[in-house]
């Protein structure tokens, strides 16, 4: 129906609590991954990019949904998830699109340690060639109680410390 209007299936499906999977990993393989796969197939059958959304520490998850052809994945709490360890699973291998730690650091973190939480996001899960899409939490500063100047430095941090792109903009400048 949508031929050229439609580059990508969207699904939410929160798969994580605060230290592991919902669902033992066994039942996840047996019960959800066939399912998965039949989606994930035919969206890529019609062209479209895969994204999953899930919030929690979905660790166990992602090298199950990377093999199942998941091609973005939106994880809103990166810390939990620890920042270094999904990067060396799944950095060049996903692209993500994240924020700072939605739990965790936007609501309570000070402006230089979300300054630092972006930088090794970019540094861990990005690439020179991209893999990293920056989202901010829909429903901004109210729906997570964060003060407007932590969502102002998460949003400078990346433009900051985006890799991609640097020397072109350095280049520009006088």
């Not at 039949?38 to 660790?59: E, P």
């Not at 990005?126 to 430095?153: M, S, V």
Request: a negative charge; glycine letters at 10%.
């Amino acid at each position: 129906r949508f031929p050229s209007g439609i580059h990508g299936f969207l699904s939410g499906d929160d798969w994580g609590h605060q230290k592991g999977l919902f669902v033992k990993p066994q039942v996840w393989d047996e019960f959800f991954k066939p399912r998965y796969k039949r989606i994930f197939d035919a969206v890529h059958k019609a062209g479209w990019h895969v994204w999953l959304h899930s919030c929690g520490k979905i660790n166990e998850a992602v090298e199950r949904l990377i093999g199942l052809g998941l091609d973005v994945l939106n994880a809103q709490q990166p810390r939990l998830m620890g920042i270094e360890e999904i990067g060396r699973m799944a950095r060049g291998r996903v692209c993500f699109l994240s924020e700072c730690d939605i739990q965790m650091t936007l609501p309570f973190a000070t402006p230089d340690e979300i300054r630092e939480e972006a930088r090794l996001i970019l540094e861990h899960w990005a690439t020179p060639d991209g893999g990293f899409i920056f989202k901010d939490y829909t429903g901004g500063e109210a729906a997570l109680a964060a003060p407007r100047e932590n969502t102002e430095a998460m949003l400078n941090a990346f433009l900051a410390f985006a890799p991609w792109g640097r020397k072109s903009r350095n280049e520009g400048e006088a």
